[in-house]
C-alpha cells in the first residue's frame, strides 16, 4: 500500500510506551527490565503524567492524595457503582465506569474545581503574592476570592461536606504531609486562608473539605489543573473496585434498591412536594 507523505510511513510520536515482539518500552525505560517490582504505581502515575521522575517528596503528598481520596464509604459514587453491580453482574467494567463518572462538582471533581478555583488567583497575581509567612497577606487574598464567588452567587469549591460539618479530618494532614515534603505551595497557603476569613464572607463556617485540600495539594505540584479530576478518579477506582469485591462477597445493592422501590409512594404532579423550590 502507498503511504501518505511521499511514500515513507507515517511517524507518531510518544513519550510515553512501544513496543515491538519482545520488549515494552515505557518512558523511555524497558518495563519488565526497569520498572516492574521497582516503581511504585503511584510514582509511576505522576510520572506518566509529568514525563519526569518525580522526587520522593512529590510522591509521598501524590500518594497521600490518592490515599485520601480511594473511598469514603457510601458515597454516591460507590452506591452508583454497587448498584449498576447490581444490574449487570457480567460487567465490571460497567460497575467502576459508573462510579467514575459520579465524580462531579458536587462530590470528587471537586478537586479539580477547587484546584482551578485557587490556581485562577494564584496565577492572575503572579510576582505580587504574598510571603509565606505573610498570614494576612493570604487573608486579604482570599477574603477578595470568597467574596468574588460569593458576588456571583457561586458556591466556594472545597468548603462544606455532608459528613464533617466541622473538620475534614485529612486536610490538616495532607497540609502537614505537603508542608514536611517542602511543596506546600500557594495554593494550599491560600486554602487555608479561606479557612480562615470564609466565616466573615458566608456568615458561617464551614469545614475545608478533603476533595477541596486533594486539588489545592495537587496544584501546588504543579499539576496541570485540568487533569485534576483525572487524578481523583485513580484514586477512587481503586476504592470502587473494593466495594464491587464486597457487593460481590456480601451484597447490598437489593436492598438499597428495595428499600427505595417499596418506600416509593405515588404523588400528584400538582402536589405541593412535586413543586420547583423557590430561590
Ligand atoms: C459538600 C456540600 C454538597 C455539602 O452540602 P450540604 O447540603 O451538606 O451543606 P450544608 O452543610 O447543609 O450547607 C449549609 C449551608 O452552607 C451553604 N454552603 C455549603 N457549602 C458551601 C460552599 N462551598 N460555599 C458557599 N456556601 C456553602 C449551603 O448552601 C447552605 O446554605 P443554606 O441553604 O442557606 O442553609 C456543599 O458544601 C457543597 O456543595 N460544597 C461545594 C462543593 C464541594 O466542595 N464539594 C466537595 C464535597 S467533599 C468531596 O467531594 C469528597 C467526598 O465526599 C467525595 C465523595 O466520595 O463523594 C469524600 O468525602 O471523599
Known amino acids: 500500500m502507498q503511504h501518505p507523505s511521499n511514500g515513507r510511513p507515517p511517524r507518531y510520536p510518544t513519550s510515553l510506551g512501544t513496543s515491538d515482539a519482545s520488549t515494552i518500552t515505557l518512558l523511555g ?14 510514582e509511576l502515575a505522576l510520572w506518566l503524567v509529568t514525563q519526569r521522575r518525580p522526587e520522593p517528596g512529590e510522591v509521598r503528598v501524590f500518594e497521600a492524595v490518592l490515599v485520601a481520596l480511594a473511598d469514603h464509604g457510601f458515597t454516591p459514587t460507590a452506591i452508583a457503582a ?18 467514575l463518572l459520579g465524580g ?25 503574592l504574598p510571603d509565606d509567612s505573610d498570614e494576612e497577606g493570604w487573608n486579604a ?20 461536606h455532608p459528613v464533617h460539618k466541622v473538620r475534614d479530618p485529612r ?6 504531609i505537603a508542608e514536611e515534603n517542602g511543596h506546600k505551595g500557594p ?26 485540600v486533594c486539588g489545592a495539594a495537587l496544584a501546588d505540584l504543579g499539576l496541570p489543573v485540568g487533569l485534576l479530576r483525572g487524578f481523583a478518579l485513580l484514586a477512587r477506582a481503586a476504592g470502587l473496585l473494593g466495594h464491587i469485591a464486597e457487593e460481590q462477597r456480601s451484597p ?9 422501590d417499596r418506600n416509593a ?3 400528584s404532579p400538582q402536589h405541593p412536594t412535586r413543586q420547583p423550590t423557590k430561590e
Do not use: I, K, W
Open 29 to 42: 525505560h524497558d518495563l519488565a527490565g526497569e520498572l516492574m517490582g521497582q516503581v511504585g504505581f503511584g
Open 82 to 99: 454497587r448498584l449498576t453491580y447490581l444490574s449487570a453482574p457480567d460487567s465490571v467494567q460497567g460497575a467502576l465506569a459508573a462510579g
Open 104 to 128: 462531579g462538582s458536587r462530590f470528587l471533581g471537586v478537586t479539580e474545581d477547587c484546584g482551578a478555583f485557587l490556581h485562577e488567583v494564584v496565577a492572575g497575581h503572579a510576582g505580587r
Open 141 to 160: 487574598l482570599a477574603l477578595e476570592t470568597v467574596r468574588a464567588a460569593r458576588a456571583g452567587r457561586r458556591l466556594v469549591p472545597g468548603l462544606g
Open 171 to 176: 486536610t490538616p494532614v495532607l497540609l502537614r
Open 187 to 212: 495554593h494550599l497557603r491560600l486554602f487555608e486562608a479561606v479557612g480562615r476569613v470564609h466565616p466573615q464572607v458566608l456568615g458561617r463556617t464551614l469545614p475545608l473539605n478533603g476533595a477541596g
Open 252 to 260: 447490598l445493592g437489593m436492598d438499597v434498591y428495595l428499600s427505595v
Open 265 to 267: 409512594e405515588y404523588v
